[in-house]
Antibody, heavy 122, light 106 residues
Framework: QVQLVQSGAEVKKPGASVKVSCKAS????????LHWLRQAPGQGLEWMGWINPHSGSTDYAQKFKGRVTMTRDTSITTAYMELSRLKSDDTAVYYC???????????????WGQGTLVTVSS | DIQMTQSPSSLSASVGDRVTITCRAS??????LNWYQQKPGEAPKLLINTASSLQSGVPSRFSGSGSGTDFTLTISSLQPEDFATYYCQQSYSTPTFGPGTKVDIK
């Protein structure tokens, strides 16, 4: 069964960076795109971007370009999302999610990690 | 980006009620529309993809329909475990989500 296990909660100061990990198991890691999304407290879902674990290629939402970096380590089937220059409104639960299909057509986050709370506070 | 809207933003219903949630896209997205359920403190769960295809393990009381710009999620007979927030998401281009519909107990 698909399982995505994320790293633990983080508290960061404004201006700092945070790196969240997402350990995948139960499927062939390189085949399915991995999404990163976030949800601010009491708010809706926001797509940040995704990574092709096979090639390492990425596509970021315009809002996060220049601030987000998504990487992966295929040897340990783990993906990472680093967000820099943190602001208070980056406080959110960050999720990784595996796509439904083994293609880049019709991006559909299907299997989700448990979420990582990132709190940005001075 | 394609904007997604949902109505209503919240609704109160009773066990056994038929519930319909509407999602509208700012431009035609064909059938590239997914529905998610999220309970407090949990990650979202994919219920329906490509407008009407039920995910494995999702009860048949859930159904989806629509194409183009207008879509609906229907719960035919609301069960206690269905009280949650429901989001639509377009997969036609850069993914965007609707603002959510909270279904609570009347």
């Amino acid at each position: 069964q698909v399982q995505l296990v994320q790293s633990g909660a983080e508290v960061k100061k404004p201006g700092a960076s945070v790196k969240v990990s997402c350990k995948a198991s139960g499927y062939t890691f390189s085949v399915f795109y991995l999404h990163w999304l976030r949800q601010a407290p009491g708010q809706g879902l926001e797509w940040m971007g995704w990574i092709n674990p096979h090639s390492g290629s990425t596509d970021y939402a315009q809002k996060f370009k220049g601030r987000v970096t998504m990487t992966r380590d295929t040897s340990i089937t783990t993906a990472y999302m680093e967000l820099s220059r943190l602001k208070s409104d980056d406080t959110a639960v960050y999720y990784c999610a595996r796509d439904l299909r083994d293609s880049s057509i019709s991006p559909t986050p299907a299997s989700w990690g448990q979420g990582t709370l990132v709190t940005v506070s001075s | 980006d394609i904007q997604m809207t949902q109505s209503p933003s919240s609704l109160s219903a009773s066990v056994g009620d038929r519930v319909t949630i509407t999602c509208r896209a700012s431009q035609s997205i064909s059938n590239s529309l997914n529905w998610y359920q999220q309970k407090p403190g949990e990650a979202p769960k994919l219920l329906i993809n490509t407008a009407s295809s039920l995910q494995s393990g999702v009860p048949s009381r859930f159904s989806g329909s629509g194409s183009g710009t207008d879509f609906t999620l229907t719960i035919s007979s609301l069960q206690p475990e269905d009280f949650a927030t429901y989001y639509c998401q377009q997969s036609y281009s850069t993914p965007t989500f609707g603002p959510g519909t909270k279904v609570d107990i009347k």
